[in-house]
């Protein structure tokens, strides 16, 4: 197959992937991804990536047209009865013919009760009745409304539909000293890739050779570039943006961090907030109520009212039908949790359900794991002091000598800041002691490297130090000569973020950790957290967590953490959040919530992007309702007439639409 073909049958795989993950699942699909029904109508419908959704859109524009222009000629012009008639109902079939055909096929599947159903019922009530240009009227106002919807809709979706981008289409993989275009799901751990500039980067793996910048905003959110270079680990989804890049893979695509974010996508548009929940519950005992009480107001009346005429309140109910429809409520509100996971996307923060977004609104307790969540989780030298005459060179050079034998991360660290390659034949007489430190003859000096349990053990008097972080003393011929510091890193950005949290009203702020007490007392004390638990067990730290829950009272407990130890204790709070730039696959698979940086201070981000929702929430239900329920009583009255009752339908759905796509724009 040539290059040509070979994309093409990727391009369709892509299609039938995306169809699969997001589009119909009532829509089969032919042998090359496309689905037979074209025009399924189904609610699942919604998250299709039809590429001729914009000549759907002219077309519908240009039907609507018609039907408006067919309207205007028959309102302005003194024409005969029937001319005018005709006019209408041409109008009507043109503009809402879909919209009866639709409701009749939900009457024969036994799903009566729908805005379709309203519509078509109070429209050809008013044909019926004489009122041919408010029934016209209605039907092109609410078919345009939902035009108008649609396209609102639409830029709501760009930002999940923006991340689909990231699934690469192929994978340069280099066998020999050939290259062969290839689709990444054929390409396994070990192989090697080449990524040229401009291409995505299609699997994770580490650099073996090149050096480039990379765009990772797809992941991120963050639009600084960052470099890489040979050794460097990158993942599916980053951009080349200059170098050519030999990649060795580590995981294949299904394990991939583009496959697992795909993923991820799936299971938000699957889990509806408690709120939506009550609203599509709320839909399906309403509309028939409101049938109901329409029919009471149709017949009731002129059975007890003196004067009173079938035609005149048969024209009530159907206004009463009108302004009833929920689609205000029924739309803006799955839209406004999805426009709010939209908005978390662009901010590098991917949420797994509207139902944790909606669950991020009421925080009373954020607990931090410490290790890679507010610390680097990398030990690095940060302090000598040397004592009685010794340089600080000197003493970082015995120390280095001394732990060169070792591979724990803390000598790694005491190595990495030497920078100088050891010369291991000036070692003699290494030895290890256990859980102590190490004891070797340098250069002819007799040397000790450890804690101070082994100075003790060796009768020399080492000095105390409240630095935060891991203390390595050095004696040099029995003679205490100083120590240094070995710290895991509070991240900048974490005092950020618990000011963030404080600023938001959360009432506690805890930090559970395996660390020792006395760095992680120090710790805690510097970002001023409430409340630390040290020396943990991966399970005690779940006890702990039944314990901060008996003291909650009504608001949720977030953990936020990123090792493969803290997967119980995310899965067991209200709201597990990961790390997802340096987080274990576990923690991700088992959080809630996953942050695509280091940073902590996008949960403070997560949070306001959740209150927003909320509040927005909020705003769509009471403008629906405080509008409906004034014109539903104005209707029953008599006052209000089909145009009011167009307003409180197709307007303020059309505005509760607008309302909730504000959050796509949030920071």
């Known amino acids: 197959m040539n290059e040509s073909g070979e994309v093409n049958t990727m391009q369709n795989n892509k299609r039938a992937f995306v169809l699969e993950r997001f589009g119909c699942r009532s829509c089969a699909l032919d042998a090359k991804g496309n689905p037979l029904n074209a025009n399924c109508d189904s609610d699942s419908c919604k998250l299709s990536f039809d590429n001729d959704d914009s000549n759907k859109v002219y077309r519908r524009i240009i039907q609507y047209g018609i039907s408006a222009i067919l309207f205007t000629v028959a309102l302005i012009f003194n024409l005969s009865v029937y001319v005018k008639f005709t006019l209408f109902f041409i109008s009507y079939i043109i503009v809402g013919g879909e919209v009866i055909l639709t409701a009749g096929k939900k009457i024969l599947k036994g799903q009566v009760f729908n805005e379709h ?9 008013a044909f019926v009745i004489g009122e041919y240009p408010e029934s016209v009227a209605v039907m092109l106002f609410y078919q345009i409304g939902e035009l108008l919807q649609d396209i609102a809709v639409d830029r709501s979706k760009r930002s999940i539909k923006e991340l689909m981008n990231i699934r690469p289409d192929y994978a340069n993989l280099k066998i020999g000293y050939e ?7 054929e390409v396994r751990p070990g192989d090697v890739i080449i990524v040229k500039p401009g291409e995505k980067i299609p699997l994770d793996g580490k650099v073996i050779e090149g050096e480039s910048m990379v765009d990772t905003s797809a992941l991120t959110g963050e639009s600084v570039l960052k470099e890489v270079y040979k050794g460097a680990d990158v993942l599916s989804g980053f951009i080349n943006k200059n170098g050519l890049l030999t990649i060795e893979v580590t995981r294949e695509f299904a394990e991939s961090t583009v496959s ?4 991820l996508i799936e299971e938000a548009s699957s889990k509806k907030a408690p709120t939506e ?7 399906k005992y309403y509309t028939p109520i409101v049938v109901f009480l329409a029919l009471i107001i149709a017949v009731i009346p002129p059975l007890i009212i003196p004067a009173a005429t079938f035609k005149e309140f048969i024209y009530r109910a159907l206004i009463f039908l009108v302004i009833s429809c929920p689609c205000a409520l029924v739309l803006s509100i799955p839209l406004t949790f999805f426009a709010g996971i939209g908005a978390a996307s662009k901010n590098g923060i991917l949420v797994k359900g509207s139902n944790y977004l909606e669950a991020l609104s009421n925080v009373e307790t954020v607990v931090f794991d410490k290790t890679g969540t507010l610390t680097k989780g990398v030990f690095k030298l940060t302090e000598i002091k040397p004592v009685n005459g010794i340089s600080r060179d000197a003493l970082l050079e015995y120390t280095a000598y001394a732990e060169s034998f070792s591979n724990h991360p803390i000598a790694e660290s005491i190595l990495k800041a030497y920078g100088k390659e050891v010369d291991r034949s000036k070692i003699k007489k290494y030895e290890e002691i256990s859980g102590n430190g190490v004891r070797a003859n340098i250069d002819g000096k007799k040397v000790l490297v450890g804690n101070a349990k082994l100075m003790k053990a060796e009768n020399i008097d080492c000095v105390t130090s409240d630095s935060i972080g891991t203390i390595i003393h050095v004696a040099i011929d029995n003679k205490y000569s100083g120590y240094i510091v070995i710290s895991d890193e509070v991240k900048e950005d974490s005092s950020r973020a618990i000011e963030g949290l404080r600023e938001m009203g ?4 805890v930090m559970l950790t395996g660390d020792n007490k006395a760095i992680s007392d120090k710790i805690a004390a510097s970002l001023r957290i409430d409340e630390v638990y040290s020396e943990l067990f991966p399970n005690e730290k779940v006890g702990i967590l039944e314990k901060l829950y008996a003291n909650n009272k009504k608001g949720k407990l977030i953990f936020v953490g990123d090792g493969i130890n803290d997967a119980p204790v995310l899965a067991r709070a209200d709201v597990g959040v990961a790390m997802g730039g340096i987080g274990s696959d576990v923690a991700i698979e088992a959080a809630d919530v996953v942050l ?3 940073e902590p201070s996008k949960l403070v981000t997560a949070i306001k992007i959740s209150k927003k929702t909320k509040l927005i929430v909020w705003e769509n239900i009471l403008l629906a309702l405080g509008v409906k329920i004034v014109v539903l009583a104005l209707g029953a009255l008599g006052v209000a007439t089909m145009w009011e009752a167009v307003f409180a339908d197709v307007g303020v759905a059309l505005l509760a639409v607008l309302n ?3 959050l796509l724009n949030k920071k």
Do not use: E, Y
């Open 179 to 185: 290259i062969k275009r290839v689709s990444p799901q």
């Open 596 to 598: 695509m940086t280091d």
């Open 260 to 263: 697992k974010i795909l993923g």
């Open 277 to 283: 929940k009550f609203m599509t519950k709320f839909a």
């Open 117 to 125: 159903f309203l519509m078509s019922i109070a429209t050809i009530g």
């Open 506 to 509: 959360i009432k506690r702020i």
């Open 660 to 662: 909730s796509l504000r």
